[in-house]
């Protein structure tokens, strides 16, 4: 409910019929729910829209205007008609959202704090990195801010929706999941994984969603650029700023499975490196969506609650890119029958990986199946917790634990609706037995990389049995993106052992910074190590695979201003840098953004040598009171993004 006050020219009298009508779209027409219109003095009624006079003083009458729990959400124009006069008060309008605190709305919450989480807070954290190295990455998502409600709005308008299905979440966000990407639809952001962002801004540059939303309204036309995470902050300011609880989801080791068999292969040359040309399938070191909250009438009891929506555009869902809402409790039971794209969710979560030996024999390729990983995929499920700024563990929301009957019944279960004829991941797989040579693989080193230093690593031979043993092994490094996408081949190794006499066999893995640097200057996008290595063992025929993820390590950048300040006062935030590391930083750029204190700003640092220190200030002037939080990132050609954030508080 809301209220209107109106002013007459006179008194209202008992006999005189005030009509107050809200309207949608160009052509409003009361039989598509496009206009509405709400006599005075028709008394209440829940089940639809309704106006009664609450309070009248002079020429002054006070209008309670009520809207049913199922109202299609939408931008409304008010006027007001007296008999044959009609009042437009020009650009008086009424937002209608979905209401979460509404028990018979469809995206009622009942928990407080989670409202508060899901719905109010406008930061956060975007979790990004590796299994061995999660990062929680600070992000503005900004849905109270100056024409992100707008924006959402002509997104709504663009969809295309009719009115009486704009009242269904469902509906809803899974048209906003086409329209957060640009791919069909001249959508919000231009997908790119190329590297190299000129005409745009680089996806690890972006702060928060607020300025892509305020962009995208104010020129109409798609922002460049995004990856995964920045689709998941834009996707979850969209659905909070129109009332649906909402969450950025993080998988990581994520599967994306273009053949629905629940396997993703992965094909090794016979150095050890990764092909990229041989497979549509990857595995992303992580990989971002979102969960929106909402009951599911469409679908049998039992899926209400959180359903997994991404915008990042990976498949093609009913001929557009758009993904969800799936149920995360059909994922968890393997019920991938069930609306949207549960099957591709599913494997993002659950897919086994099949590594696959590549060897040229007589001038012919030859395929040697190396191993097949069933615990790989679907790690450290994360997102913000509840009113704490750290991470939570979802997975066990996503699925039962590895190797559990449930997580057996529940892949059963999926692979019964897939179409696929190659699903041999739900046959039941007996365990390998142990090895005959009794050899381990193991990789030493350390897991985080000081950018600029050299890789050193050592790569163990370990004998626990009494044979003697020729080992053919080969080792690689190569760069990647988080995609999984190979930028460069850094170095191999290839040597055979001998095991007799010999528990413990060190073989060096050195690779000069040089190696990398050049590629890590050239690309845009923030790259780590992959190391695998094989090993073959000749008297056997059998075969050990391993592998090692190295992210790099940065210097902290640092943010400095007082804990409280006044609305409409100024005072100074500095952002405080030294480069530690053994290279020059070149181009170097400071993003900047407060909500409620300033907009995103960028500001040139030039070139930063080793040693040096910068420091740069800020004078702001808060226009909001409450918590507030400024996020900073500074990037460079080598560094593509050190984050940072504070937390101050504003009073009046």
């Known amino acids: 409910m809301f209220q209107l006050k109106l002013t007459f020219d006179r008194e209202l009298k008992d006999n005189d019929e005030v009509v107050v009508q809200l309207s949608v779209g160009e052509k409003p027409l009361e039989s598509n729910e496009t206009l509405l219109s709400m006599n005075l ?123 009486k299905v704009r009242k269904d979440p469902v509906i809803v966000s899974r048209a906003m999941s086409a329209l957060v990407n640009a791919n069909d639809d001249s959508g919000v952001l231009f997908g790119n994984w190329s590297g190299t962002y000129s005409g745009g801004t680089s996806p690890v540059a972006w702060t928060g969603s607020a300025p892509i939303l305020q962009k995208y309204y104010k020129t109409k036309k798609p922002i460049c650029f995004g990856q995964c995470w920045v689709f998941s902050g834009v996707l979850t300011a969209v659905m909070r700023c129109l009332g649906i609880p909402a969450r950025s989801v993080t998988n990581f080791a994520s599967a994306h499975d273009t053949q629905e068999n629940l396997k993703v292969d992965i094909y090794l040359n016979e150095r050890g490196e990764k092909l990229n040309d041989m497979t549509s399938d990857s595995v992303w070191n992580f990989h971002v969506w979102n969960d929106v909250w909402m009951k599911r009438p469409d679908l049998p009891q039992g899926f209400d609650g959180w359903q997994a929506v991404d915008a990042t555009p990976q498949e093609i869902s009913q001929g557009i890119y758009q993904c969800g809402p799936c149920p995360v409790k059909a994922i968890r039971s393997g019920e991938v029958y069930l609306l949207y794209d549960s099957k591709f969710v599913f494997a993002e979560v659950n897919a086994d990986r099949v590594f696959w030996h590549v060897k040229n024999e007589n001038g012919k390729q030859k395929l040697v199946k190396l191993r097949e990983e069933t615990k790989a995929i679907g790690k450290s499920i994360s997102t913000k917790a509840v009113g704490k700024n750290t991470r939570e563990d979802i997975t066990a929301q996503y ?37 005959q040579a009794g050899i381990q693989l193991e990789v030493e080193g350390e897991k985080a990389l000081w950018l600029g230093n050299p890789i050193n690593l050592n790569i163990i031979v370990q004998n626990s049995s009494a044979g003697a043993w020729t080992i053919n092994l080969v080792a690689s490094c190569q760069l990647q993106s988080y995609t999984g996408k190979i930028e460069a081949n850094l170095g191999s190794i290839k040597q055979t052992v001998q095991t007799e006499g010999k528990p413990v066999i060190q073989l060096p893995l050195n690779i000069a910074a040089d190696a990398y640097m050049k590629t890590v200057t050239s690309v845009e996008d923030e790259l780590l190590i992959k190391v695998n290595i094989i090993a073959e063992i000749q008297e056997t025929n059998e075969k050990l695979t391993d592998e090692l993820t190295l992210t790099f390590q940065y210097p902290p950048l640092k943010v400095e201003m007082p804990e409280t300040a006044k609305i409409n006062e100024d005072f100074t935030c500095s952002f405080i840098f030294k480069n530690t590391l053994s290279i020059p930083l070149e181009k170097c750029k400071l993003h900047v953004e407060g909500l409620g204190i300033f907009k995103m700003e960028t500001i040139g640092q030039g070139d930063i040598m080793p040693g040096r220190i910068i420091k740069s200030q800020i004078i702001c002037a808060p226009n909001k009171t409450g918590e507030k939080k400024i996020v900073a990132k500074l990037t460079s050609n080598q560094v593509k993004g050190i984050s940072a954030e504070k937390t101050i508080t504003i009073t009046a």
């Open 41 to 163: 003095r028709s008394g209440q009624d829940a089940r639809c829209w309704c106006a009664n006079i609450s309070n009248t003083s002079g020429k002054e009458c006070l209008v309670a205007v009520t809207s049913p729990a199922d109202a299609a959400v939408g931008k409304y124009f008010l006027s007001v008609t007296t008999g044959p006069h009609i009042y437009n008060p020009g650009n008086k309008v009424v937002y209608v959202l979905f209401n979460p605190w509404c028990e018979a709305d469809t995206v009622f919450m009942p928990n407080d704090t989670e409202r508060l989480e899901y719905v109010l807070s406008d930061t956060g954290y975007i979790y990004v990195g590796s299994i061995q190295n999660i990062v929680g990455r600070p992000w503005n998502f900004g849905q109270f801010e100056d024409d992100v409600l707008d924006s959402c709005m002509y997104l709504l308008d663009k969809s295309k929706l009719k009115q």
């Open 399 to 435: 699925k039962f634990p590895e190797g559990s009957p449930e997580e057996r019944k529940a892949v059963e279960k999926a692979c019964s609706y897939l179409n696929s004829s190659n699903l041999a991941v739900c046959e039941s797989t007996t365990p390998l037995p142990p090895l």
